[in-house]
């Protein structure tokens, strides 16, 4: 049972390397890598259950989930959004003369523009060493945590895939999502945690409350909620931001 936190932090990492690697060799997998990154979400939220249940915590083990979560929550948003940009970001090279024109005979679509994607992975690392490093974040994020900002960026790409929303396909849009996505990462933001404190509504309001709204969301919209809940979480987080604080001060 020791080993059950670390077993469960690997397959984490483990799904996390297979949504990357099918992303990658095929779109068409994409039913299958949404999977996976659940998979992921479940194994992450239960290795830290499984640590305080067994008292195995520990700081081998937290290095070991930011490892993890580096690949399932940094390396596969940036893929994600890499993949996104691709489709509208052309970058046209000359052979003859080695420079960047704009498109005709002779040129070569290279779409360097695209890789403005790993931005979200680049940040990512940086959201996970803070997180390591500050002990205030077990009570509520500095930041977007890295597993929401990834669902934010999945459901991003299911919508673009699945409906006819033409500002999802718009390069500029994209690439404001990604500047905007990397920022929200390690801003000094406080960002309430999702863990109650027991079962009443007095002292669990705020929790609550963004429960009943992404029910509600969930009935109304579906899938096309997913995006609308991260940024009700976000807006919610920064209206309550004394609550939130004070609540993370008297837990200390």
Same mark, same amino acid.
């Given at each position: 049972?020791?080993h059950?936190?670390?077993?469960? /932090?690997?397959?984490?990492?483990?799904?996390?390397?297979?949504?990357c690697?099918?992303? @990658?060799? #095929?779109?068409?997998?994409?039913?299958?890598? %949404?999977?996976?990154?659940?998979?992921?979400?479940?194994?992450?939220?239960?290795?830290?259950?499984?640590?305080?249940?067994?008292?195995?915590?520990?700081?081998?083990?937290?290095?070991?989930?930011?490892?993890?979560?580096m @690949?399932?929550?940094?390396?596969?948003p940036?893929?994600?959004? @890499?993949?996104?940009?691709?489709?509208?970001?052309?970058?046209?090279?000359?052979?003859?003369?080695? #420079?960047?024109?704009?498109?005709?005979?002779?040129?070569?679509?290279? #779409?360097?523009?695209?890789y403005?994607?790993l931005?979200?992975?680049?940040?990512?690392?940086?959201?996970?060493?803070?997180?390591?490093?500050?002990?205030?974040?077990?009570?509520?994020?500095?930041?977007?945590?890295?597993?929401?900002?990834?669902i934010?960026?999945?459901?991003?790409?299911? %919508?673009?895939?699945?409906?006819?929303?033409?500002?999802?396909?718009?390069?500029?849009?994209?690439?404001?999502?990604t500047?905007?996505?990397?920022?929200?990462?390690v801003?000094?933001?406080?960002?309430?945690?999702l863990?109650?404190?027991?079962?009443?509504?007095?002292?669990?309001?705020? @929790?609550?409350?963004?429960?009943?709204?992404?029910?509600?969301?969930?009935?109304?919209?579906?899938?096309?909620?997913?995006?609308?809940?991260?940024?009700?979480?976000?807006?919610?987080?920064?209206?309550?931001?004394?609550?939130?604080?004070?609540?993370?001060t008297?837990? /200390?």
């Amino acid at each position: 049972m020791r080993h059950l936190p670390n077993i469960l /932090t690997l397959s984490n990492l483990f799904c996390g390397c297979l949504a990357c690697i099918l992303l @990658v060799k #095929n779109g068409e997998y994409l039913p299958l890598v %949404i999977i996976l990154i659940c998979f992921s979400l479940i194994f992450d939220f239960f290795d830290g259950f499984a640590a305080r249940l067994t008292k195995t915590g520990g700081e081998f083990g937290k290095q070991l989930d930011s490892l993890a979560d580096m @690949v399932t929550f940094g390396l596969f948003p940036g893929i994600v959004m @890499v993949s996104m940009l691709g489709e509208f970001a052309p970058c046209y090279l000359s052979l003859a003369r080695g #420079n960047f024109l704009i498109p005709g005979e002779g040129m070569v679509d290279i #779409n360097i523009l695209k890789y403005s994607g790993l931005l979200i992975t680049l940040f990512s690392a940086l959201r996970l060493a803070k997180f390591n490093i500050d002990e205030e974040q077990g009570y509520y994020f500095k930041g977007l945590p890295t597993p929401a900002n990834t669902i934010f960026i999945l459901s991003l790409l299911y %919508i673009q895939k699945n409906y006819t929303f033409d500002f999802l396909n718009n390069f500029w849009v994209l690439l404001a999502v990604t500047l905007i996505s990397s920022y929200l990462l390690v801003a000094n933001v406080p960002l309430f945690s999702l863990k109650f404190q027991n079962f009443k509504w007095k002292d669990n309001s705020l @929790v609550f409350s963004f429960l009943l709204i992404c029910i509600v969301l969930f009935i109304v919209l579906k899938v096309i909620a997913i995006p609308l809940i991260i940024i009700v979480y976000i807006i919610l987080s920064i209206i309550f931001r004394k609550k939130i604080i004070s609540d993370g001060t008297e837990t /200390t």
